[in-house]
């Protein structure tokens, strides 16, 4: 395979292995909410997602500098995607409820 080719190939592989790092992300955020042990929900997700995302890339680059870089630039590149995306639902989802995702400014011990 030509050296352009695997770049694109290993890009695709870390979007491949961002979506499942960000899915898993939100089925941790999902479940963790109702969940009766939310910490260890959470750190066994982000261990496990950790573990596969790691070995992915090792898996797919060979330890190749060139090919580590473009599977971390499709990693990254489907993160902001993914960010970018999920803030303006957020946003959208806001508005129609009449509320802003920004922080308000709430005192937690009002003072008399």
């Given amino acids: 395979m030509s050296n352009g080719w695997a770049l694109v190939l290993t890009a695709a592989e870390g979007v491949v292995l961002a979506a499942f790092f960000y899915g898993g992300l939100y089925l941790t955020v999902t479940r963790g909410l ?26 797919f680059t060979g330890g190749q500098w060139q090919l580590v870089i473009s599977c971390l630039a499709g990693f990254t590149i489907t993160g902001i995607v993914i960010r970018t995306l999920s803030s303006k639902t957020l946003a959208a989802n806001s508005e129609s409820i009449g509320t802003t995702p920004k922080a308000q400014n709430v005192q937690l011990n009002p003072r008399p």
């Avoid at 939310?38 to 995302?53: C, W």
Wanted: glycine share 4%; charged share 10%; net charge positive.
């Fill in 34 to 59: 109702t969940s009766k042990l939310p910490a260890l929900l959470f750190t066994a997700s982000l261990i496990l997602r950790l573990s596969i995302v790691i070995f992915g890339f090792y898996l």
